[in-house]
């Protein structure tokens, strides 16, 4: 099964609607939701698991779920944490929002998701996002646990012999392997992944080594070099084209756009978005506020902005971007991107 040509139809229409017929300037295009901050790893480099150690026990409803789902509206919902795998409703979670229309990509290590495949159906809405950040002991070191990247690759091919979509997700930090990862997005080609996003990681001030992460110019030399694989390797990347030189530093933004990715974790919506948590609100209204982007978006407005490239704010700034750019409009059309935009953390 692969990516399904009505998500772009959707995607399309739904910005087309927001920005042009009811002229709104914030608005959401995925609902990034962490039904629960607990996981089954303990990653050098992940922040959620630090900043929510205090509630590391709790596990949102299937009733919070849905509202916020149904509060922001975004067409496309991506489900991470944590492990949302590990969450005990997250097959309902996941069958009730898809029962809704919308497109769900759930975010997993691909430890424990066949356990729940019995609950949720292969389909056009639901697609499986696995995190490796390389081949055998690479991904295993980064995720500080040995034998899990075979486990996931295993999984994975079991999920896609089943029939459900699946795609890669590949987090970048200092030491990543140009050769490994090609070795990586060509397995996961040929396995018929629909694809495989990468991104640079967040320095997160909650993860004690510091060393682990990109700053933005040593991030724009790396991608520079990764993200020229031999085309004969058949590689395929998730993200759209725009980003993709954003990635390598051939084009700029000023700002970002995360408030189109909103967050909503068990303590409420992250005030102002993934990467950041000031406050936490309950009312998502609180994210779609100008005043509030006055104060963040790039590091004039805040300095911990200053190395942040992920897909949650910069992709979604490719798409609204294009919209007045001709030449861009086209270049995300014809590469399917539309249906893409930011789809998953990084």
Known sequence: ??????????????????????RRKFFPLVTMLEPLEACNLACEGCGRIREYESVLNRRMSVEDAIHAVEESGAPIVSIAGGEPTIHPHIAEIVN?????????????????????????????YFAW????????????????????????????????????????????????????????????????????MVSPAYDYDSVPNQELFLKRMDAIKVFKDILTPDPELGIKFYNNPLFLQFL????????????SNPTYTVMGWRNPCYPLADSHTQNLDEIMSEG???????????????????????????????????????????????????????
């Not at 051939?250 to 408030?259: F, L, M, N, V």
């Not at 902005?305 to 992709?315: D, I, S, T």
């Open 96 to 124: 009730e929002i898809t029962a809704r229309g919308y497109y769900v990509y759930m975010c997993t290590n691909g430890l424990t998701m066949t356990k729940v495949m019995k609950d949720i159906k292969p389909s056009k």
């Open 1 to 22: 099964m692969g990516r399904p040509i009505s998500l772009g139809a959707r995607v399309g229409w739904y910005i087309f609607k927001n920005r042009v017929l009811k």
């Open 248 to 259: 390598k530093g051939e084009r700029e933004y000023d700002t970002c756009t995360a408030y």
């Open 129 to 196: 996002v696995i995190h490796l950040d390389g081949t055998g002991d690479r991904h295993d070191a980064a995720v500080s646990r040995k034998g899990v990247y075979k486990v996931a690759m295993r999984n994975a091919t079991t999920a896609i012999e089943a029939g459900y979509r699946v795609t890669g997700n590949t987090t970048l930090f200092q030491g990543s392997d140009r050769e490994d990862l090609h070795s990586l997005w060509k397995q996961c080609a040929d396995l018929g992944f629909e694809g495989n």
């Open 292 to 346: 509030l982007w006055d104060k963040y978006g790039n590091a004039e407005k805040d300095s911990r902005c200053a190395n942040c490239m992920l897909h949650c704010g910069f992709e979604s700034a490719t798409i609204f971007g294009a919209l007045s750019s001709p030449k861009d409009a086209v270049a995300l059309v014809t590469s399917g991107a539309i249906t893409k935009s930011g789809i998953t953390a990084a």
